[in-house]
């Protein structure tokens, strides 16, 4: 949940807040909520409420790598309405979390390397201000919980995980990155990185 002033628009704007009723989804779920927007101390013509998924991946550029934070999915909320100053106006949303998501959750653990969240933008008067993300647990689905068991019941454990922007060959990949969970050998032997990304379609995954 994020609740400040839209330092955008200046002393007197409206606020925000966005609140996720169910932060913890699998890919392919949906996340609800609500978003209440309070008036300020004047009359506010909004142009658009949007939500973006966005996730912060690893991008190579030539012989070096950087950071990025990556949107890839959006819904409107709401479009162009007259807030008047002072009053509450509540939207409900329904987010459909892509069933490529990566996961941020493994056995009730945070994978560590992972960020994944849902940005509120407010647009008014030409203007867009984007908020600070609202954490997502995303865990895995039932075939992703059976490949990720056999790899701890052969002895490996998480190191890390992140998003690489790319494509893996022979995949039917619709998002523009991958994510790479690392593992390690309790025995101090360090396994080998495999790369998990899930199909389009919910009853498969790779």
Do not use: W
């Not at 895995?140 to 890390?160: I, S, T």
């Not at 990304?197 to 009853?203: D, E, G």
């Amino acid at each position: 949940m994020f609740k400040k002033m839209l330092s955008t628009f200046g002393v007197g704007g409206p606020s925000i807040d966005t609140q996720v009723q169910n932060p913890s989804v699998v890919p392919g779920g949906t996340v609800t909520g609500q978003i209440v927007l309070k008036g300020g101390s004047v009359n506010s013509s909004i142009e658009r409420i949007s939500l973006a998924l966005v996730t912060r991946v690893e991008v190579e550029s030539g012989d070096h790598e950087y950071l990025s934070n990556l949107e890839f999915g959006r819904i409107i909320v709401t479009g162009p309405f007259q807030l008047a100053a002072q009053s509450n106006h509540a939207m409900p949303f329904q987010f459909l979390i892509p069933v490529e998501c990566p996961l941020t959750t493994v056995y009730g653990q945070h994978l560590h390397g992972m960020t994944m969240g849902l940005r509120t933008e407010l647009a008014i008067a030409s203007a867009i201000d984007k908020g600070d993300l609202d954490a997502l647990s995303v865990s895995p689905m039932p075939a992703q919980q059976m490949v990720l068991d056999a790899f701890a019941n052969l002895g490996f454990r998480f190191k890390r995980a992140d998003c690489e922007r790319g494509r893996i060959r022979g995949v039917d990949q619709t998002l523009p990155f991958y994510q790479e969970i690392e593992f390690y050998r309790d025995r101090s032997t360090r396994a080998r990185s495999t790369r998990s990304s899930s199909r389009s379609s919910p009853s498969r995954t790779s």
